[in-house]
């Protein structure tokens, strides 16, 4: 990466503006699954050790710029202090005379909790001036936040423009990972992209026919390639504008001779639902009144034996309703193929990784990306504005 990181930088006795990914899920007040926080363990730890005064800051949900106390940052800031294994203060705030008081108390070594930064107006305008609010409680920004690196915000590009800005450890990991993967690939590259979210990943891959060897297409967004070749889909998914496009990747992998795969049988049912009625057909025969929630097993054998001869898999978005366990065989095959597969292994998007979390096989995967939008972004060949601002080497 061309970017400076913490370690290129002097942090002892600074006040160091940290922003950090903790958009975590929770449920009843409860953390339900802390991977984001723990991920920024490594820049947190280094900071303390290195003698710096530690401020962090995050957004958490979309509060649309009002004080929202279900989305304050306090159990976030309570599961990092457990973590740390030392107190961890927390501020109501995020900006201002209050915060700036507790910062002034701050000693070598001390971490601070700013308050959500989305409760704020500016933030997701990226407002100069709330930029400068949050550069003026610190002498460097270090941006750890690979899951918010695709927006432009105060927290996030803005505040880059007013103090010396550098990667943190997890940034510099995930660009390194991905960047990587991507850039010189080992082949034969396999990348499976599935899901539901048909418009957002389009894009992705139209870049991965380029990048890769195998493209696999499963989930929600194969129907509308099914039905760009002129079968019947039924009550499945589709996204009837991206039609035209679908057709154009088939014949976009066919002229550059990728090896694009689409599902060859699928799971249908009769409504959606784990009491529907279900039956294993070819994809071209899905009747009218029946929809595809599942690859099916011949797919599952061909999109294994795949993954298995690869030796490198990126792999975004579910190959069925996995949360219902009817439909989640296409899921868990697949899951199982990049565990033990030699090759290495990368997955991105929050499903993808519940899923992997689910059928207990997260450990065995070789990257876990903490960013869904961004890691799609990076994959798409976008700039992330979050990455942008920061000082070049
Ligand atoms: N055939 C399908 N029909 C409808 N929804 C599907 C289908 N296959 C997968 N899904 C749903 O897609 C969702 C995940 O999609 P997406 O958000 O694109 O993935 P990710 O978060 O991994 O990027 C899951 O909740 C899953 O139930
Ligand atoms: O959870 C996030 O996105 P992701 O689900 O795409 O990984 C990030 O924290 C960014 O949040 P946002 O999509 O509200 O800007």
């Known amino acids: 990466m061309n ?21 975590v899920p929770v449920e009843d007040g409860k953390i339900t699954d802390d991977t984001r926080i723990r991920e920024t363990l490594p820049t947190i730890k280094y900071l303390i050790e290195n003698g710096a005064k530690v401020i962090l800051a995050s957004h958490m949900g979309r509060p649309k710029g009002e004080f ?42 001390d971490v601070l909790v700013l308050e959500n930064v ?35 915000h105060a927290s996030t ?45 389009i894009d992705v891959i139209d870049n991965l026919l380029t990048l890769a060897d195998n493209v696999l297409i499963g989930g ?18 589709v996204d009837n504008d991206k039609i035209e496009a679908a057709l154009g990747f088939i014949e976009k992998a066919k002229a550059l001779g990728k090896n694009f795969v689409l599902p060859v049988d699928v799971v249908i049912a009769d409504k959606f639902g784990a009491d529907a009625n279900t039956k294993i057909v070819d994809v071209t025969e899905i009747p ?35 949360e219902i366990d009817i439909f989640a065989e296409g899921t868990i095959a697949v899951a199982q193929a990049c565990a033990t597969t030699e090759g290495y292994t990368v997955i991105g998007g929050g499903d993808s990784a ?5 059928f207990h096989l997260a450990d065995q995967m070789d990257h876990i990306s903490t960013g869904g939008g961004a890691s799609l972004e990076f994959m798409e060949g976008k700039a992330l504005p979050g990455v942008e601002a920061l000082n070049d080497k």
């Open 354 to 358: 519940a899923a992997a979390e689910k």
């Open 157 to 201: 590009e803005g505040i880059a423009h007013f103090l010396p800005a550098v990667s943190g450890l997890l940034m510099e990991k995930e660009l390194s990972v991905l960047g990587k993967a991507l850039s010189n690939p080992e082949r034969p590259f396999t990348a499976i992209i599935g899901g539901s979210k048909v418009k957002d990943k």
């Open 220 to 237: 929600g967004l194969s129907y509308t390639f099914t039905k760009a070749q002129g079968y019947e889909i039924g009550n499945s998914l």
């Open 3 to 23: 970017k400076k990181s913490v370690r290129d930088v002097e942090v002892k006795g600074k006040r160091v503006f940290v922003r950090v990914d903790f958009n």
């Open 68 to 109: 929202v106390d279900s989305m304050r940052l306090t159990s976030a800031a309570v599961r990092l202090s457990e973590l740390l294994g030392k107190p961890v203060a927390k501020a109501d705030e995020a900006i201002g005379e209050a915060v700036k008081a507790q910062i002034a108390e701050l000693n070598e070594g």
């Open 288 to 322: 009218a009144g029946w929809e595809g929630l599942d690859i099916g097993p011949k797919t599952r054998e061909i999109y294994a034996d795949i993954i298995k001869s690869s030796k490198l898999v990126v792999w975004n978005g579910p190959m069925g309703v996995f």
């Open 118 to 152: 989305r409760f704020y107006k500016g933030e997701e305008k990226n407002d100069p001036e709330l930029a400068k609010q949050f550069a003026e409680l610190a002498d460097l920004f270090v941006n750890d936040a690979f899951g918010a690196a695709h927006r432009a």
